[in-house]
């Protein structure tokens, strides 16, 4: 292959490889509440994470301000009916708090499949596996169909309704 | 390490048409344009081929078995349900959770009624053969109509205790392929 051609080749790549980059990032950043409530999952995922070694005051620090991430109030909808329920921020808090203090570590992880915003309300739908080993010895795997109903208020997202299913029924 | 690296290819490189020199020049080639612009096409041959056509996946569990051992490696082959629907008796990838597949069979699909009776699957009231589960079973399920845009899928080893056996009704659209061997 003659160099001039190779040239041309790995330019037309190159260039190739950075319009695909820009057309996602264009698509990824375009819409700022999509990208808002992308970042309100992530931070979400951050809350419940309590990473092996960290200690339990640091994890629990992570999990101290749900109210970043959730309204004053947010109602629990699950196949599990000890779920089926309504809490306040600061009891959803408490839940998350001690659910870290029985762990030595979790993971939450979500993958988002579609975000549909209204106006002011917007679902983001997806998959979560929440993973972890407990204080006690053993490990856990749980994963859901998850949907998060979201509410904006003063431009800022937080979750009001939590919807989790099993994704397989026997 | 590119001067470490030149001077390996100067030590060697010449018009060596030996054996020797060959090998070297496999293992120490020259980073010229060419170079890297075959490194490049490999890299985005690769990435198209396991990204999006053939999903390497580890087997970490024994609900397969004997079909499928732990600890084995297949690939998914993502194209399976491109332009035709998932039947009884196959063996797919479904997506279960974020980096989570399930290796299952396919036993009923969506208006199928699925019942177990002392480890004997009942389909629509009917016995089926089973000649791929090895494993004495003693599962009891109550007969359960599976939902529309739904399959039913089981694992091949039915001594798990049903409790411990991840199965059931799940989405179609959860199927992310067949795999490969």
Not at chain 1, 8 to 33: C, E, M, P, Q, S
Not at chain 1, 107 to 122: F, K, M
Not at chain 2, 12 to 36: A, C, N, W, Y
Request: charged share 25%; glycine share 6%; proline share 3%.
């Amino acid at each position: 292959m003659k160099k001039t051609t190779a040239k041309k080749i790995v330019v037309l790549l190159l260039l190739a490889v950075f319009a695909a980059t820009a057309t996602g990032a264009w698509f990824y950043f375009r819409d700022r509440d999509k990208r808002l409530l992308r970042e309100l999952v992530t931070e979400l995922e951050d809350m419940s994470a309590k990473r092996q070694g960290r200690s339990n005051a640091l994890a629990l620090l992570d999990a101290a301000t749900p109210e970043r991430v959730f309204a004053k109030e947010v109602e629990i909808i699950s196949d599990h009916p000890a779920m089926k329920r309504t809490m306040k921020v600061k009891e959803l808090g408490q839940l998350m708090l001690a659910m870290k203090k029985s762990c030595t570590s979790t993971q939450l992880d979500i993958s988002i499949d579609t975000i549909t915003v209204n106006g002011e309300s917007a679902t983001v739908s997806g998959n979560a596996l929440f993973s972890g080993s407990s204080s006690r010895g053993g490990s856990f795997r749980e994963a859901r169909n998850l949907e998060l109903e979201c509410a904006k208020n003063a431009g800022k997202w937080k979750i009001v309704r939590i919807k989790a299913y099993s994704i397989i029924r026997k | 390490m590119f001067k470490w690296w030149s001077k390996i290819v100067a030590a060697h490189r010449s018009d060596d048409d030996t054996e020797q020199g060959k090998v070297i020049e496999f293992f120490f080639p020259q980073l010229k344009m060419g170079f890297f612009l075959r490194m490049l096409i490999v890299a985005a041959v690769s990435l198209l081929v396991f990204g999006v056509f053939l999903m390497p996946c580890v087997i970490d569990g024994e609900s397969m078995m004997p079909t499928y051992d732990d600890h084995g490696l297949t690939f998914c082959k993502r194209w399976s349900y491109w332009f035709s629907r998932p039947e009884r008796g196959d063996i797919v990838i479904i997506n279960y959770a974020p980096r989570v597949y399930l290796l299952k069979r396919i036993v009923a699909l969506e208006g199928d009624t699925v019942e177990f009776r002392n480890g004997t699957l009942l389909i629509n009231g009917k016995k089926v053969d089973e000649p791929y589960v090895r494993y004495m079973s003693n599962w009891n399920l109550k007969p359960r109509t599976v939902a529309a845009g739904n399959c039913y899928v089981v694992g091949d080893n039915r001594s798990q205790h049903i409790n411990e056996h991840i199965f059931g009704q799940i989405q179609l659209k959860r199927i992310t392929g067949k795999p490969l061997f």
